[in-house]
């Protein structure tokens, strides 16, 4: 499965997944790391605050994934097209 660091929430979770069930490799870039839902509330007038509601809870019983993302067995670099 081909991952970045601009996969987060379901980016985060599917791998995290595909990886446990033994399904193959990862390739590519660890994953954002922000695999929480999150609630908005007005903090004031100029902006709103984000806050994480739930994470993920994995069959072993752990918190994982938010904030450390899930590393790919194959780290390759995504170019960027200029």
């Not at 069930?21 to 870039?29: A, D, S, V």
């Amino acid at each position: 499965m081909l991952i970045d660091q601009d996969a987060g929430s379901g980016g985060d979770y599917l791998p995290y997944t595909f990886r446990y069930l033994g399904l193959g490799k990862l390739i590519g870039t660890r994953t954002w790391a922000a695999s929480s839902a999150f609630g908005e509330s007005a903090a004031d007038r100029r902006g709103f605050l984000t806050v994480p509601y739930f994470r993920m809870y994995t069959p072993a019983s752990e918190w994982r994934v938010e904030n450390e993302g899930v590393a790919p067995d194959l780290e390759v670099e995504r170019i960027r097209p200029r």
